[in-house]
């Protein structure tokens, strides 16, 4: 069973910082990982993702203010957001995709507001 467990969510004010921690189970190495986000009445969207090599990439509107990274050591990918607007609000999710499925971890909740 994978296991995907997401913390570092919180309130924050605009042009503030989080880090996103997400910690994962069994193999993790060799799996892409991704970050993703909804927000209420939004769909799902993409917002950084990081293959097993460390190559990234990164929705538009995230560019030059999130980055993603990993420690395979630890199991664990990271989201840094900087410089977060309102409109980065939602609900952030983990995701790792294996040939036996997709996983999601639970979603830690981001809000921006002052």
């Known amino acids: 069973q994978v296991q995907l467990v997401e913390s570092g969510g919180g309130l924050v004010q605009p042009g503030g910082s989080l880090k996103l921690s997400c910690t994962g189970s069994?193999?993790?190495?060799?799996?892409?990982m991704a970050w993703y986000r909804q927000a209420p009445g939004k769909q799902r969207e993409l917002v950084a993702s990081?293959?097993?090599?460390?190559?990234?990439n990164y929705a538009d509107s995230v560019k030059g203010r999130f980055t993603i990274s990993r420690e395979n050591a630890r199991k664990t990918v990271y989201l840094q957001m900087n410089s977060l607007k309102p409109e980065d609000s939602a609900v952030y999710y983990c995701?790792?995709?294996?040939?036996?499925?997709?996983?999601w971890g639970q979603g830690t909740q981001v809000t921006v507001s002052s």
């Open positions: 995701n790792q995709a294996r040939s036996t499925g997709v996983y």
């Open positions: 069994g193999a993790f190495s060799i799996f892409a």
């Open positions: 990081i293959t097993s090599g460390g190559s990234t």
